[in-house]
């Protein structure tokens, strides 16, 4: 038999810290996810989840897709009072039908590897991103432009952080986010893969950029590295670049948001690579 919470105990109390703490989820390993597509997709992508909340009560009746998800999976579910249910939803979204409560994996760059000799992988490094909805974005557009991995660098934004996971509308279950201190440890990862046979290099994106990122020769392994959205790229990040480009603009804006410029700039790798092709 399901297990049903009907009054807010101990466990609904966690999952709802879980919600806004950061501290909490960090150090219970865990955390929620809301939402149809992600999580369908932590699902299709054997991400590892903990436990299925589901809302108790026929009127309004679980959708099909929530009654699906309920009969077919193996990860143990427990149905909320609606109101309880309310608590670990998005604010004004009333009471969500599922949420996930999602374990978070290892995400460390030490030993991390991507792509083979011969390939040509881009990883997509973020540093300090101020924004969960922002981080999420970029991990959208990084998968959507077939990056191999996006980095945060700092002490950024939360990529367990429910914001992120929405924003990220599921990118966030299937490609690997991984966190560093700082320039040193994505030094350390372009050598590794230069060692690996895989030549490498660090460009980043500045509205003082050397050239055009139109006129940057994208096509070999890169990894694209985005500012802080307030102040932009650090002084240790930029002298950790081999290049800097820039994204002509027009209008008043004075540059573009960093999820913004990471779609712009990968969206340039991919036309190159589709055009330009060796």
Not at 172 to 178: A, D, I
Request: with cysteine; net charge negative; proline share 6%.
């Amino acid at each position: 038999m399901t297990r049903q919470i009907h009054s807010r105990n101990a466990a609904v109390q966690v999952w709802t810290a879980y919600l806004d703490n950061r501290t909490t989820r960090n150090r219970d390993g865990r955390f929620l996810v809301h939402g149809v597509r992600p999580i369908t997709q932590a699902l299709a992508c054997d991400w590892p989840l903990e436990t299925l909340l589901y809302r108790l009560g026929d009127e309004p009746g679980l959708s099909v897709w929530a009654r699906e998800v309920l009969d077919s999976s193996p990860v143990p579910v427990v149905g909320l009072a609606p109101e309880l249910m309310a608590e670990l939803g998005e604010k004004s979204a009333g009471a969500p039908e599922l949420v996930a409560v999602a374990e978070q994996v290892p995400a460390g760059l030490a030993g991390h590897e991507v792509g083979e000799p011969g390939e040509a992988p881009v990883v997509v490094v973020f540093d300090r991103p101020n924004s969960p909805g922002n981080l999420g974005t970029l991990i959208r557009s990084a998968d959507a432009f077939g990056a191999s991995a996006v980095v945060v660098s700092g002490h950024g934004a939360d990529q367990y952080d429910p914001r992120c996971v929405r924003a990220s509308t599921g990118s966030l279950f299937s490609m690997p986010v991984l966190r560093v201190a700082g320039p040193a440890d994505v030094l350390a990862f372009r050598d590794r893969q230069v060692e690996r046979g895989i030549p490498t290099r660090i460009v980043g994106t500045d509205e003082r950029g050397d050239r055009a990122v139109f006129d940057q020769d994208l096509i070999d392994a890169t990894i694209l590295v985005l500012g802080n959205e307030t102040g932009g790229m650090s002084a240790a990040w930029s002298a950790a670049c081999d290049d800097t480009v820039t994204i002509p603009m027009g209008g008043t804006a004075s540059s573009l948001g960093a999820p913004s410029a990471a779609a712009v700039a990968l969206y340039e790798i991919s036309r190159q690579r589709r055009t330009f092709a060796r």
